[in-house]
């Protein structure tokens, strides 16, 4: 991907036909139906929406060419303390993600009939500069886990993952053991693919 591609040259799901296909693979190589995307909003397994993606790659690009490559700025800071600021950082993203979540309730309250929902929350997500199914998505977790059942050892991305699960608000508190014992997308995932969950 050039450094010179701009949001307007960069497709929201890549396949082999184009975007025509039937089955399209998200950036991060999910395969799934075009309308499951559509519907959802973005990639049924991760999560992202176009508009994430897009966001994710200018931002990537803005930091590349503000920032000296790590040689040169003699940076010699351990795996440990990159891999920490990294997990400081998802931490600040999933809080983000659910305050917005959290306001899109106050403008679009669930109750609210269907196309008075959709105004409110297009016009909020404009307003943010933000995609609506991207914000719609927020709601609907932020919806599903209420302040005080949130976990804050576990990522947004975990919390949108058991949003549908019945028993959501026991299982986040249980998560597999191992070294962190916390829940990560994977493990989510394959607990709720295999029944475990």
Request: proline content about 5%.
């Amino acid at each position: 991907m050039s450094g010179e591609e701009t949001a307007a040259d960069t497709p929201l799901f890549w396949s082999e036909a184009g975007r025509t296909a039937v089955v399209v693979r998200c950036h991060l190589g999910h395969l799934a139906a075009r309308e499951t995307f559509e519907v959802v909003g973005g990639c049924p397994y991760c999560n992202h929406t176009p508009g994430e993606r897009i966001a994710a790659l200018q931002a990537t690009r803005r930091a590349n060419l503000q920032r000296p490559t790590r040689k040169a700025d003699g940076n010699d800071r351990s795996c440990a303390a990159i891999i920490q600021e990294g997990t400081d950082i998802a931490q600040r993203a999933g809080a983000v993600q659910f305050t917005l979540g959290d306001l899109a309730l106050e403008v679009a309250p669930l109750h609210e009939s269907h196309s008075d929902e959709l105004k409110s929350l297009s016009a909020f997500a404009e307003a943010l500069g933000i995609s609506a199914a991207a914000l719609a998505r927020y709601r609907r977790v932020a919806a599903a886990w209420p302040q005080e059942k949130r976990d804050s050892r576990t990522s947004w991305s975990t919390h949108a993952i058991f949003a549908t699960h019945p028993d959501r608000f026991n299982l986040i508190k249980h998560p597999p053991t191992g070294p962190k014992a916390v829940w990560i997308c994977r493990t989510a995932r394959n607990a709720i693919k295999h029944g475990s969950a």
